[in-house]
T-cell receptor
Framework: DTAVSQTPKYLVTQMGNDKSIKCEQNLGHDTMYWYKQDSKKFLKIMFSYNNKELIINETVPNRFSPKSPDKAHLNLHINSLELGDSAVYFC?????????????FGPGTRLTVT | GNSVTQMEGPVTLSEEAFLTINCTYTATGYPSLFWYVQYPGEGLQLLLKATKADDKGSNKGFEATYRKETTSFHLEKGSVQVSDSAVYFCALKLSGNTPLVFGKGTRLSVIA
């Protein structure tokens, strides 16, 4: 009964490929997020969706496209992968966005681009 | 802009030692403050939070007090255990549709 799950856990691919990471939450939350954690452990928000609507879109290359088919899912598609995309990507969810609701994080997807 | 500064790691302590991890913030409004912990190979978990000045968050023996006058939210624990070895992140959030802003994380290693 994992609260926030991500697939795959590990992803190794070559430059130029297109790949997707999936995220699902079973907490009934209405807000979901994607974060990127670089090799130095620095965490930065990429996107936030509230009720399937894009709320936050930080300075992220447009090769990254989030898609939220419903409130429980937020997928991340990455086109034309580059070496610098190698990182751990975390999905998170919360009940609400405007307040100080706790964010629940998934286990992460380690992406390695060779 | 809004930012969080944490002490550089790694921090290595012996079991039962006292822990302090410093965190200061810069914010345009009145943020809520958080400490998250990331155990090896896992995602982040909320450790504690404080939503207004002078609030003290506490959990699992960890404490942090929201100090508006010094814009700080230092994490403390009186007696660390090997199982506390992890990366600790200080974060802030302003009200409205704003994201969590994280510090760079501090790795703690506790040795027996």
């Amino acid at each position: 009964d994992t609260a926030v799950s991500q697939t795959p856990k590990y992803l190794v691919t070559q430059m130029g490929n297109d790949k997707s990471i999936k995220c699902e939450q079973n907490l009934g939350h209405d807000t979901m997020y994607w974060y990127k954690q670089d090799s130095k452990k620095f965490l930065k928000i990429m996107f936030s969706y509230n009720n399937k609507e894009l709320i936050i879109n930080e300075t992220v290359p447009n090769r990254f496209s989030p898609k939220s088919p419903d409130k429980a899912h937020l997928n991340l598609h990455i086109n034309s992968l580059e070496l610098g995309d190698s990182a751990v990507y975390f999905c998170a969810s919360s009940q609400g966005q405007r307040g100080v609701y706790e964010q629940y994080f998934g286990p992460g997807t380690r992406l390695t681009v060779t | 802009g809004n930012s969080v500064t944490q002490m550089e790691g790694p921090v290595t302590l012996s079991e039962e030692a006292f822990l302090t991890i410093n965190c200061t913030y810069t914010a345009t409004g009145y943020p809520s403050l958080f400490w998250y912990v990331q155990y090896p190979g896992e995602g982040l978990q909320l450790l504690l939070k404080a939503t207004k000045a002078d609030d003290k968050g506490s959990n699992k023996g960890f404490e942090a007090t929201y100090r508006k006058e010094t814009t700080s939210f230092h994490l403390e624990k009186g007696s660390v255990q090997v199982s506390d070895s992890a990366v600790y992140f200080c974060a802030l959030k302003l009200s409205g549709n704003t994201p969590l802003v994280f510090g760079k994380g501090t790795r703690l290693s506790v040795i027996a």
